[in-house]
């Protein structure tokens, strides 16, 4: 039978427009292409964890990547629980301030008059609001070369701990210049107990962590067991090792809770309420004071992917043996970023500026394959060369990335190591030089010399990038 001439016509046309729209590329949405990001980060190692993405306050994207545990391949999901770092932070600045507006405590009142057993000579002269906004002056703890080697496996409750750093001789006349320590928040930590009567761990339970209904947040310990808990590793070459063992009563209120992104999105949106504070103590919290730091975040502008435009963010980063976390809020629109990653050393902000790039549909650079595996520097060169030991020192001092992001260089006997603001301590290798490598990411340092002999700047080589770094310190 023969079919009508339009009838045929409709056929073909209407086959056309089928094959048409079937060979026309599908327009990818937004969590489309940020899963594909995460992906490529993941497949050249760049990142192992879990992410979630909010856009005008709702949930756009929420996966992980890669596994939770590598020896069980059990994968990240979006309620894989991961040791914060420094992120815990902020939670210890919204306990003080809650204590401060219920008339426990004052911010322009002085450690000693809270912790008598501190030395009356430092304890004196910071305030509370020294420590919330790292102007104190106290040396940071962790920044010390025995620190790991004396502490890590040896437990101590926070009087014990504190003599550790508090008879150190002050930095600065405290409230006149900024400098990141993780020892401020230790001695925050030790005047919530001591104001409430209760440990640091129930009074976050009580007045964060239950009231926001965040199910998946605790003070981790080692020896409980606890579900979904990721695992920490650190990069060996091309290849991840378990990360070196931390007793979680070291990083204290300065960096010992755990949480998932979900949980940590529950706490995002409660901060555009008056549930946990009130506007006016929301003020204190938010508005930095020197440097860009506020209450234990910091404040600064945002680039979106490699673009020069920036938002207005609040954020912070976070790291501890084998993890390290971010998580970044643009209140003007209320977007939230939170990536947390279980193998240290993941360049987070760079992620977190494209995934922003997406959002905001900017261009932006796509994670490149490493130019070398981490292995051949190690083989190659280090059995090539003789470590020049003696020179280390030449290298020792602080270098400041960016506005409130400086890498500490540190030596302990015969071995160097970098530190980034608010991140764990890491060995770095020579290759040649004056040039190191690290083997917990794919990145090196070269340490550079002025006119005068001095090395005055650093330049950290990473994802295809040069960043160069002035000494401060």
Not at 41 to 69: E, P, Q, S
Request: proline letters at 6%; aromatic letters at 12%.
């Amino acid at each position: 039978m023969r079919l009508p001439k339009s009838i045929t016509t409709f056929f073909f046309l209407l086959c056309f427009t089928f094959a048409s729209c079937a060979q026309s590329p599908a327009v990818k949405s937004p969590a489309e292409k940020i899963r594909q990001l995460l992906d490529e980060y993941n497949r050249y190692k760049l990142f192992n964890g879990t992410a979630l993405v909010a856009k005008d306050g709702k949930v756009i994207f929420k996966n992980g990547v890669g596994y939770a545990n590598f020896e069980w391949e059990i994968r990240n999901t979006p309620d894989t629980r991961f040791r914060l770092g420094s992120i815990t932070k902020q939670f210890t600045a919204m306990l003080i301030l809650q204590l401060a507006e219920q008339g426990k405590l004052k911010l322009d009142g002085h450690i000693s008059d809270y912790l008598p057993y501190y030395p009356k000579a430092n304890g004196e002269r910071v305030t509370i609001y020294n420590l919330l906004t790292h102007t104190s002056g106290i040396p940071n703890y962790t920044a010390r070369p025995d620190f790991f080697s004396r502490f890590a496996r040896n437990p101590s409750t926070p009087k014990e701990f504190i003599p550790f750093f508090s008879e150190l001789p002050l930095e600065f006349t405290p409230g006149t210049d900024y400098k990141y320590s993780n020892s401020g928040y230790f001695v925050l930590g030790a005047i919530i107990e001591e104001v409430t009567g209760q440990s640091y761990a129930s009074v976050l339970q009580e007045r964060i962590f239950t009231p926001l209904h965040m199910l998946n947040t605790g003070y981790d310990k080692a020896a409980p067991i606890i579900k979904k808990r990721a695992a920490g590793y650190e990069r060996n070459g091309d290849s991840l090792i378990n990360a070196s063992y931390l007793d979680m009563d070291l990083p204290y209120a300065a960096g010992a809770m755990y949480s998932t992104v979900e949980d940590l999105y529950l706490w995002d949106q409660a901060l555009y309420t008056n549930q946990l504070l009130s506007a006016a103590g929301k003020t204190t919290y938010f508005t930095p004071f020197l440097k860009g730091y506020a209450c234990g975040w910091m404040r600064q502008p945002f680039s979106i992917g490699n673009t020069k435009d920036t938002l207005s963010s609040i954020s912070h980063d976070g790291g501890i043996n084998g993890f390290n976390t971010l998580i970044v809020r643009i209140p003007d629109s209320k977007d939230l970023v939170v990536l947390l990653n279980n193998t240290g050393g993941a360049p987070l902000r760079d992620i977190a500026k494209n995934i922003l790039a997406i959002l905001y549909n900017k261009p932006y650079t796509p994670p490149a394959k490493p130019t070398h595996s981490l292995s051949q520097p190690a083989a190659k060169t280090l059995a090539a060369i003789t470590p020049d030991t003696a020179a280390y020192r030449l290298y020792t001092g602080k270098y400041e990335l960016a506005p409130n992001v400086v890498m500490a260089i540190s030596t302990e006997g015969d071995h160097i190591y970098e530190q980034l603001t608010g991140q764990a301590r890491f060995e770095i290798f020579p290759s040649a030089p004056a040039e190191f490598f690290m083997k917990v990411v794919d990145a090196r340092i070269s340490f550079m010399k002025n006119e005068q002999g001095v090395v005055d700047q650093l330049v950290l080589h990473q994802n295809g990038r040069d960043i160069t770094a002035k000494r401060v310190e």
